[in-house]
């Protein structure tokens, strides 16, 4: 269950400190944008130094990585897969042999430090034209990728149009992120709404993020984690229906009834999906199980 991702930049210490307590179900430890050139050797070492001495207790641990053109990617995995985060976020990606490419070099590094090989997974971070349009073939591209990332911000600048809070200019990226992501049976995650003043746009953002079908949504700020779970958890109502969906079920199989009905609707596949979707999550939250 990710239904929010907080970026922590990889330079901040007290940020990387005090990160699973801020109520994510994950955090992504910020390698790429938010560290400048001069200042990407320190982060790395931050970021290694937190995963080494800070092990997140409450949340999962996402890196996310420096684009495989740069100088910097390999180094990055060089540092942080020894101690075993939860999953790696490769930038920029637009093809599947960028994906396939980072995989086999954590599986290098997981068999140089005597680790188990493909036990850590990849959310691949899609943000140019190129990438949406080969979403389908990033997602299936290996099977350490759990899901696919949205990232709005470049992407809108690779589109040449203005990012807006309506999100129109990125209604057909974000629709064929999802579809591409349920086709191959993962996850899609959505990009961050950035205004942090905003509580009004930011829930018109997330509600049209899970009318979507998006899993789950990116923040930037801790401000917006609490927002962002409420609306992608399941209301009470929801799980009372959920359980008494799956209790049709089974009433309806020790009376032999090969149709079943509740509250004058009848019980196909789909709702039976959709409440098992639900109680999964139900279980989850009273576990405080963050991590699929």
């Not at 699973?20 to 790395?44: C, H, N, Q, T, Y």
């Given at each position: 269950?990710?239904?929010?991702?907080?970026?922590?930049?990889?330079?901040?210490?007290?940020?990387?400190?005090?990160?699973?307590?801020?109520?994510?179900?994950?955090?992504?430890?910020?390698?790429?944008?938010?560290?400048?050139?001069?200042?990407?050797?320190?982060?790395?070492?931050?970021?290694?130094?937190?995963?080494?001495?800070?092990?997140?207790?409450?949340?999962?641990?996402?890196?996310?990585?420096?684009?495989?053109?740069?100088?910097?990617?390999?180094?990055?995995?060089?540092?942080?897969?020894?101690?075993?985060?939860?999953?790696?976020?490769?930038?920029?990606?637009?093809?599947?042999?960028?994906?396939?490419?980072?995989?086999?070099?954590?599986?290098?590094?997981?068999?140089?430090?005597?680790?188990?090989?493909?036990?850590?997974?990849?959310?691949?971070?899609?943000?140019?034209?190129?990438?949406?349009?080969?979403?389908?073939?990033?997602?299936?591209?290996?099977?350490?990728?759990?899901?696919?990332?949205?990232?709005?911000?470049?992407?809108?600048?690779?589109?040449?149009?203005?990012?807006?809070?309506?999100?129109?200019?990125?209604?057909?990226?974000?629709s064929r992120i999802v579809c591409a992501a349920r086709a191959c049976g993962i996850e899609a995650y959505d990009t961050p709404f950035t205004d942090v003043e905003d509580s009004e746009g930011l829930v018109k953002d997330t509600k049209l993020a899970k009318?979507?079908?998006?899993?789950?949504?990116?923040?930037?700020?801790?401000?917006?984690?609490?927002?962002?779970?409420?609306?992608?958890?399941?209301?009470?109502?929801?799980?009372?229906?959920?359980?008494?969906?799956?209790?049709?079920?089974?009433?309806?199989?020790?009376?032999?009834?090969?149709?079943?009905?509740?509250?004058?609707?009848?019980?196909?596949?789909?709702?039976?999906?959709?409440?098992?979707?639900?109680?999964?999550?139900?279980?989850?939250?009273?576990?405080?199980?963050?991590?699929?």
């Open positions: 269950m990710r239904r929010t991702m907080l970026f922590l930049p990889g330079n901040t210490p007290n940020m990387l400190i005090n990160g699973d307590v801020l109520g994510a179900d994950s955090i992504i430890l910020d390698l790429e944008d938010a560290v400048s050139p001069d200042e990407k050797d320190a982060a790395r070492i931050l970021v290694r130094n937190a995963l080494k001495y800070q092990k997140a207790e409450t949340c999962e641990t996402i890196i996310r990585i420096n684009p495989t053109e740069s100088g910097f990617w390999m180094k990055d995995l060089d540092e942080v897969i020894p101690y075993k985060p939860h999953l790696i976020m490769p930038t920029k990606v637009d093809s599947a042999q960028v994906v396939q490419k980072v995989s086999a070099y954590i599986a290098e590094v997981e068999a140089r430090h005597g680790m188990e090989v493909g036990k850590i997974g990849i959310l691949p971070l899609i943000e140019t034209a190129l990438g949406v349009e080969q979403a389908f073939q990033i997602a299936s591209a290996d099977p350490r990728v759990v899901g696919l990332f949205l990232g709005g911000e470049d992407l809108t600048a690779d589109l040449q149009c203005k990012r807006t809070k309506e999100g129109k200019e990125i209604f057909y990226s974000r009318s979507l079908g998006f899993s789950g949504k990116a923040v930037i700020s801790p401000r917006h984690v609490e927002t962002v779970n409420e609306l992608f958890s399941p209301t009470q109502a929801d799980i009372e229906y959920a359980h008494d969906v799956m209790d049709a079920i089974e009433e309806g199989k020790r009376q032999g009834k090969g149709v079943i009905s509740l509250r004058g609707k009848m019980i196909d596949a789909p709702i039976v999906k959709r409440a098992q979707q639900v109680l999964e999550m139900e279980l989850q939250m009273l576990g405080g199980v963050s991590i699929e």
